[in-house]
């Protein structure tokens, strides 16, 4: 009898402890992929790339419902995009001390440095973990990694990036100078490889690639566009090493950017559809809308491109279906938010302008037609570009028409028309401002050099819209074009504005990182303040 | 010997006198006899009273103690044998009874001359005191409670003697009785029942409580009832009456202020919401710290559907919680085990404390019926302060206007606030045999909130069998219930989704009422829209009632529990339980907006959110009892296995409407505006447990407690440490029955335990083998999580208590003081990694967290006459400090060993640092100063803010609560009341910094009364400029925004009155009619909301109200009925 309890109790271990092997299957989460599924037609490795892709500008599927979207929107539309001069904003968060009035919030910050660095450098890593060293995955790899870090080093100023992905806790900065020198020799060697596998008919993941589908020919005009545009960016700080990649990159074989079909964006493709983040910035918040400065200069010099960028002013039917917009040159209303207000959210502000964009509409990383103005500006100084100044910059212009969809027609009109940047001003419900144009300068490219310049800054500036990251950095880079200042300088700028973002305190945590900043700061060459001039901010 | 010399009562003046009478005594013991037999009076009669508790001692100690407590002397020579062990325990009885139990069984007899009493051995003719010898048998029995639960301990006596026996552990006792002989059953907190013996051979007793529990027996671990005295930890028990006195809808928060250690903060998302409850403070960085619910004696998951919170933003939903679902009057008791003692039986979960759940069980005999309704009004308790004296600008929303003509008279508590009502209805039935005893009960619980459109439903149905076999041998305990609640827009806070944002901030210059009408029919589109004419962009504001109405969220929930549990006992002191217990929910969650809702939520043609929720757990486990005395020794064991497993997920989609408008289906969402609701994947928790608790008692005065568990978790799986041990140690001493102690101390127990306690990580999918990558839409998420290393361990918290329970005069009073510490080590940290590592966050095991404190209880109890009255005061004190963050650790990212100094949670608004608290809230903005430290005021009167060093404005723990509980009951009226106190600690508000931003709250009409706010020693600044700056309601500012937390309040009222059952010619035996109100009045606060209201139970985002539902007064009416 005694026996049968043992038994009992044996059997008792045994039933409770069967369930117990499946551990390892409990705790792995079956909404999510294990490393053995992901080998399954190369997914981690080819998903890796897109994920790169995604991270050059942060850009969303429909799935990523709001994720994306919130992370752009502070990522980059309320800084670049506004400092860029592209948009105003109904709202005044954090009661108006925001980076909009030039007043840095550290957790915006903090996530444009994430989502510029960090995203595009996980995936990178995997890239270079399960590529098997494979060359073409590797110098595309770089070719990605540098179009997102170019823009965390232009926000920032040093950046680590010669030993980032080494197997460190505390990775040390580079200074901006070794980056872009690091860059240029990265960007180099990238096309070598890919320049050869274009010549071989070689495609590359095209399961994978949204932006070109495995056209490696198309990469290699994307590689040297963007050598191009890092080099001009370093034009006052270093010129003949802005001299030599300039023209390194417009003297190669398959050469730049030269037709609206060589454009790099993200919209539909390796069966993806990806979300314009604006679209909902702009329809579902109401918080993204025309800025006073392209109100000046768009309606000003009768662009033909503002219907293309901005929709006509709504009515306000809380005021009488009163409508605040200024009569344009089309027989529509249009109207801007004043750059670096204070007012709360408001109904008013809401009517202004919106941007044109739709849901579909791609995020653009580069479009050729800043390629030709790029060069404009390159044989302005005297570089060999592959052409005249003034050719190079006409046809800037009549790309952008293309672009937009604008007929050929329209553009000599445009450029002859002597119209000048108008002032703004509004006066709806109390809020009242003004601010005189921003200059005076038209559209034909005459006057002195540095006329001529900003010209080019100018028409490169509405063709890029809405690219406010690189907006703002050449914005920085030459003072052009001429932008509103801020009405509430919150942050104390003065007239320079924002140079830079000052790192985000997480970059302060440990005692090893406020090491590791105090050696960023000697690079930097000043305060960690965004008043600091970064190193190719360095236009006398 | 010894206590003669140290005795100090008075009666004890012939002490020397005594002893050497003993000594003459060995001289001439007949001289003696001739001497003072003469002397003999009656002064001393017979009948002189003795206190007497001794168990297993030596005969002449029990002499000496008669001596010492009486004028009496014995006398006797080296034939008898004093030396032996007796026992004996006498609580006022004569002299001669007590002598005539020591004696029965011995050679030694006894006559009484004077105050001598000679003892002598029985063969000595000349001595001979003969008792009657009558011829006894024995009788055997058990003693079991009305639910049908063994009393352990209860004294059987046989009337007019000391002869008594104990019931043992399974209240079973057995005991020598003459015919014609009165048993008498008696022990603490039961009535005292007698039976007079005629020819039977087994008597069984069921024992009725007394009004006024005495916690000497308390439900503990795995349900079994122990003698509080062996317990080495603190045990607070409460019974059902005051959980049902004055209802919640969560009972949970009936606990408040009632039990010392427990801080309970009720949800900010109104009736129904789910509580944080804390016990000994938050241990755990990652963690949620809440306590841990054990439904007779088996651990539940306490669901919370992934949120209790609903985000600053609003983007969360906010829900009820699985214990929510309750139906109070199910309970039968309820135990704290405040500390992590309990751990060994329940696991890791225990480490927070556990809230122990008895369930009522079916009772032997006729069918009883209860009926019980309350009814309960509830209106806001506390509002901000809103002022009606400035409007806005004509027609806008967030522009501060003029000083009204004729002040406005809009007023959120009597314009937008409904009267809440809880309506709360119970039928308990019970009945059984002797074999087979059945409980069921069916509620409902139908409450709406005080803002429109918010209820909560819920129906309870639970039956429960309880059946003996084989001589009761064999027990199966059968239950089974099921629960259906429904709730509607349950929204603890934020700014979406939230009707009270516009109600509160509505512009004082318009009018209220034209907006009550919130939809009007639209001719074109054929449906009536929303009328909102003051829309305001910030904050998505919608007409407040077409977000009650026209974006409605609802849950609507099932869920079944199944147990079963099967007890065999082999042997008296030998049995073998199994036990199984299933628990099922599952949700239907929806979210609609109507068409013509802010753009923010909703495209032109609606939106649609729907998902689905399953959860389930079980529980299974096998348990071997020992309950053995051996001589003095008694061992209590429990060996065990158990296996616990858990998931939850979550699928739904959700996206703006196309095709048909407000068609709320997933069909008609937009297919390119589809997403995915997928949740859960990292859920699952399995379990598997063996673990042993021993305890050894002596002579019932001595208690050594040990325990261990060794635990598997698949959170731990393909670790260095699948599997971990935990021990606890703990001892108990009735200090009462081992040294005499004045009188007036009925009872003095010390006690003392350590306790460690493992628990895995609180997600799943960590480890090696077992690491997973999102894909979202098909696209790869790369993880930004440094893999873990082989080396993960479970955290460990380190704890040690000591504490007494003393009662004081017979009783009336009642001491229960604690002292705890506990040391949480091996913390998990989600540390930030630099990004240019390539990671975002590496998970970490380091830090020590501790927790110190005192619980403490005091009870008074008392009857005169037909007047009782019984108050109680719970004390709770916890001071949590962060002892040590990462520091040396090895990282394989890291060459150096690695160190973090802090981290920061909660965006900012909580930073963990050596010497910091786990709930420290900084702020970072400040008006900017200049050099000398005064705001820097420009010449155009302008200033600003300046992020600056973080600043800790305090901590949203209190230092100490303090809750007072009274009853008094006269002739059937019962009064209770429960005050209970909140000392120190800080909250900060978002919402009064909203309401002066907005200009709608008195402290902006004040400023503007005054013609700008006073900056101290500056100077006063444009009233809007001001509050325009300050007033984000971010957590940046919070320093403007800082209140003590401090409050006292009348949390409880309850008047009551029983009619005489003779009234209803004895059909109904109770019939209770009530008065009860519900947190009725807030004596002292000078923060702008409920401090103690929380918008989520997790350990971060506390102490802040962002637009949350105000906390609620409620008054009503109760019946109870028994048939």
């Known amino acids: ?540 | 010997m010894k206590n003669k010399v140290f005795s100090n009562r008075i009666l004890l003046k012939s002490e020397n006198l005594k002893h050497l009478f003993r000594i003459m005594k060995l001289l001439n013991l007949f001289l003696f006899v001739a001497i003072f037999s003469l002397s003999a009076t009656n002064t001393y009669s017979q009948n002189e009273k003795v206190y007497l508790n001794k168990k297993g001692v030596k005969l002449e100690e029990v002499l000496s103690e008669i001596e010492s407590q009486t004028n009496y002397l014995f006398i006797y020579d080296d034939q008898v044998k004093v030396d032996q062990k007796v026992s004996v325990n006498a609580q006022g009885e004569a002299t001669s009874s007590v002598l005539d139990y020591l004696f029965v069984d011995t050679n030694i007899r006894y006559r009484m001359q004077g105050t001598h009493i000679l003892l002598t051995k029985q063969d000595e003719a000349a001595f001979v005191y003969s008792t009657k010898q009558v011829p006894t048998r024995p009788i055997r029995g058990t003693v079991i409670d009305k639910q049908g639960g063994a009393i352990i301990g209860v004294s059987v006596a046989i009337k007019g003697t000391t002869r008594g026996v104990m019931t043992d552990i399974d209240g079973k006792y057995t005991i020598e009785v003459k015919e014609s002989d009165i048993i008498e059953f008696s022990y603490v907190g039961f009535k005292s029942k007698e039976v007079k013996i005629s020819n039977q051979n087994t008597i069984d007793i069921v024992l009725e409580e007394n009004d006024v529990l005495l916690s000497d027996v308390v439900v503990t671990a795995l349900g079994i009832k122990r003698e509080e005295k062996a317990l080495s930890y603190n045990v607070q028990q409460i019974t059902q009456d005051e959980l049902v006195r004055v209802k919640d809808a969560n009972f949970v928060n009936a606990l408040s202020g009632k039990v010392a250690g427990v801080t309970i903060n009720k949800s900010g998302s109104g009736i129904g919401g789910a509580s944080r409850v804390v016990i000994r403070g938050a241990k755990s960085l990652e963690g949620d710290n809440n306590v841990l619910y054990v439904v007779d004696g088996i651990p539940l998951f306490n669901t919370n559907m992934g949120s209790t919170d609903s985000g600053v933003l609003g983007e969360g939903r906010a829900g009820s919680e699985g214990i929510a679902d309750f139906n109070p009057e199910d309970i039968e008791s309820l135990s704290i085990l405040s500390g992590p003692s309990a751990a060994a039986l329940y696991g890791s979960n225990a480490a927070q404390g556990v809230i122990l759940i008895t369930t009522k069980k079916g009772a032997e005999g006729k069918l009883q019926v209860t009926f019980s309704s309350s009814s309960e009004f509830s209106q806001p308790l506390m509002l901000p302060k809103f002022q009606n004296r400035y409007g806005n600008r004509d027609g806008m929303f967030d522009r501060w206007g003029n000083k009204l003509e004729v002040p406005g008279s809009y007023n959120p508590r009597d314009d937008f606030f409904n009267t809440g009502t809880n309506f709360i209805n119970s039928l308990t039935l019970t009945t059984g045999s002797k074999h087979n005893q059945t409980f069921a009960s069916l509620a409902s619980t139908n409450a709406e909130g005080i803002v429109p459109n918010n209820s909560y439903d819920r129906l309870n149905f639970t039956i429960r069998n309880s059946s003996s076999f084989f001589n009761d041998k064999l027990k199966l305990d059968l239950g089974a219930s099921y629960i259906k609640q429904t709730d509607r827009n349950m929204v603890s806070q934020g700014l979406y989704w939230n009707p009270i944002v516009s109600a509160y901030l509505f512009p004082r210059g318009e009018n209220f009422e034209a907006i009550k009408t919130f939809e009007r029919y639209d001719q074109s589109r054929k449906f009536a829209t929303q009328y909102w004419p003051l829309a305001e962009g910030t904050f998505g504001t919608q007409n407040p009632y077409w977000t009650a109405y026209r974006n409605p969220m609802e849950t609507k929930k099932n869920r079944y529990m199944f147990n079963a549990g099967l007890t065999y006992e082999i042997l008296d002191w030998l049995s073998l339980a199994g036990r199984y217990r299933l628990d099922h929910t599952y949700a239907d969650i929806d979210r609609k907006i109507y068409a013509s809702s802010s753009e923010k939520f909703a495209k032109e043609y609606g939106n649609y959110e729907y998902s689905n929720y399953k959860s389930n757990q079980e529980y299974a486990d096998f348990l071997v009892n020992i309950n053995k005395y051996i001589s003095d020794f008694s061992i209590v064991a429990n060996l065990g296995l158990s296996y616990s497993n858990h998931w939850a997920m979550e699928r739904g989609a959700k996206g703006n409407l196309l095709g048909q408008t407000n068609g709320f289906y997933l069909n008609n969402i937009d297919p390119k505006d589809l997403s995915v609701i997928e949740k859960g994947g990292d859920q699952a928790i399995r379990n598997f447990a063996l673990f042993a608790s021993m305890e050894l008692g002596w002579r019932s005065m001595l208690y050594l407690t040990l325990t261990g568990r060794e635990e598997w978790s698949s959170r731990l799986v393909n670790t260095n440490e699948e599997s971990f041990f935990y021990p606890s140690v703990g001892l108990s001493g009735v200090v009462s029955e081992m040294v005499n102690l004045p009188s007036f101390i009925s009872y003095l127990k010390v006690r003392g335990s350590y306790t460690q306690v493992g628990s895995p990580i609180s997600r799943s999918g960590f480890t090696p083998g077992t690491i997973t990558e999102k894909v979202l839409g098909g696209i790869y998420y790369p993880s930004t999580i440094y893999p873990f290393t082989g080396d993960f361990k479970a955290e460990r918290t380190y704890s040690h208590e000591f504490g007494l329970n003393l009662r004081l005069l017979k009783s009336k009073i009642n001491i229960n003081a604690t002292w705890y510490k506990s040391n949480t080590k091996n913390q998990t940290f989600i540390g930030n990694l630099p990004e240019s590592s390539g990671y975002e966050f590496a998970y970490l095991q380091a830090g020590n967290i501790e927790n110190k404190g005192w619980e403490i209880s005091l009870g008074y109890n008392d009857k005169f006459g037909d007047f009782s009255l019984s108050s109680s005061l719970a004390y709770t004190k916890n001071t949590n400090v962060i002892k040590e963050m990462v520091k040396d650790y090895i990282h394989p990212l890291s060459p150096e060993p690695l160190r973090i100094d802090q981290v920061v949670k909660d965006k900012g608004r909580t930073i963990l640092k050596v010497g910091g608290s786990i709930s420290d809230v900084y702020a970072s903005q400040f008006l900017k100063k200049d050099h000398q430290g005064y705001v820097e005021i420009k010449e155009d009167g302008s200033f600003g803010l300046e992020t600056g060093e973080p600043v800790c404005l305090g901590r949203t723990t209190p230092d100490f609560t303090l809750g007072w509980n009274n009853s008094f009951s006269y002739k059937g009226f019962g009064l209770s009341f429960l005050i209970n106190g909140r000392f120190g600690g800080i909250v900060t508000s978002s919402t009064q910094a909203i309401l002066d931003r907005f200009g709608v709250s008195e402290a902006s009409a004040d400023a503007r009364d005054n013609g700008g706010f006073m900056i101290p020693n500056q100077g006063s600044v444009d009233a809007e400029k001001y509050y325009k700056i300050i007033g984000s309601g971010e957590a940046g500012t919070a320093g403007y925004y800082t209140y003590s937390a401090t409050n006292v309040r009348l949390q409880e009222l309850s008047l009551s009155y029983t009619f005489p059952t003779s009234l209803f010619d004895n059909i109904i035996n109770n019939l209770t009619l009530s008065f009860i109100a519900n947190n009725p009045w807030m004596i002292y606060c000078k923060a702008p909301h409920d401090p103690e209201l929380t918008p989520s139970t997790s350990t971060y985002g506390q102490g802040n109200d962002y637009f949350m539902q105000p906390s609620l007064k409620s008054f009503g009416f109760g019946v109870k009925v028994k048939f």
């Open chain 1, 1 to 540: 009898m005694k026996n049968n309890y043992i038994y009992i109790f044996l059997i008792g271990i045994l039933v409770l402890s069967l369930p117990a092997c499946d551990f390892e299957k409990i705790n792995t989460n079956e909404f999510e992929m294990t490393e053995e599924q992901g080998k399954l037609d190369g997914f981690i490795l080819g998903g890796s790339f897109l994920a790169m892709q995604k991270a050059v500008t942060i850009v969303g599927t429909q799935a990523d419902d709001k994720d994306i979207i919130n992370q752009y929107q502070i990522s980059y539309n309320l800084s670049a995009d506004v400092w860029g001069g592209y948009f105003g904003q109904n709202n005044n968060w954090n009661a108006g001390n925001n980076n909009t009035t030039n007043f840095l919030i550290d957790a915006w910050i903090s996530a444009s440095y994430k989502n510029t660095y960090m995203a595009a450098f996980t995936p990178w890593k995997k890239i270079q973990e399960k590529s098997d060293n494979i060359a073409e995955y590797i110098a595309l790899s770089q070719v990605l990694k540098i179009s997102a870090w170019s823009k965390t080093t232009d926000m920032f100023g040093p950046i680590p990036y010669k030993k980032a992905g080494e197997v460190l806790m505390v990775v040390p900065y580079d200074s901006q100078q070794d980056v872009y020198t690091s860059f240029f020799e990265d960007l180099e060697k990238a096309i070598n490889v890919l320049t050869e596998k274009a010549d071989q008919g070689v495609k590359i993941l095209p399961r994978f690639d949204a932006v070109y589908a495995g056209n490696t020919t198309q990469w290699v005009k994307y590689a040297n566009s963007l050598m191009l545009r890092l080099a001009m960016r370093i034009r006052y700080a270093d010129p003949e090493l802005a001299k030599k990649y300039a023209e390194m990159a417009v003297s190669h074989p398959i050469g730049v950017m030269v037709n609206a079909a060589d454009e790099a964006k993200m919209g539909d493709g390796a069966g993806y559809s990806f979300v314009n983040n604006i679209e909902t910035l702009a329809n579902q918040y109401a918080e993204c809308r025309m800025s006073s400065s392209m109100f000046s200069y768009l309606l000003g010099y009768q662009d033909p491109r503002l219907s293309a960028y901005f929709k006509p002013s709504e009515n306000d039917k809380n005021n009488g279906d009163k409508n605040y917009g200024v009569l344009a040159f089309d027989k529509k209303l249009y109207q801007g938010i004043p750059t670096g207000h204070v007012d709360d959210n408001n109904d008013i502000y809401k009517t202004f302008s919106r941007p044109n964009i739709e849901r579909a509409t791609p995020t653009y990383w580069m479009r050729a037609s800043e390629v030709y103005f790029l060069r404009a500006e390159g044989a302005l100084s005297g570089w060999n570009m592959g052409g005249d100044v003034l050719s190079l910059y006409e046809n800037g212009i009549s790309l952008s028409f293309e672009e937009n969809g604008i007929e050929a027609s329209k553009v000599d009109s445009y450029i002859n028309s002597g119209n000048e940047p108008i002032n703004y001003s509004i006066n709806a419900e109390g809020y009242n401002y003004n601010a005189a144009a921003p200059t005076s300068a038209t559209v034909a490219l005459n006057g002195d050099k540095e006329a001529k310049l900003e010209k080019i800054m100018i028409q490169k500036w509405i063709a890029m819209y809405p690219n406010g990251q690189e907006a703002w950095s050449e914005w920085r880079r030459t003072g052009y074009p001429k932008l509103h200042r801020v009405i509430k300088d919150m942050g104390n700028l003065g007239v320079n504005g924002v140079r830079r973002m000052n790192y985000p305190a997480s970059a302060y945590q440990s005692a090893e990182d406020k090491l590791n900043i105090q050696e960023a700061l000697k690079m930097l060459g000043g305060e960690d303040r965004p008043s600091t001039k970064l190193w190719w901010d360095a236009k006398k």
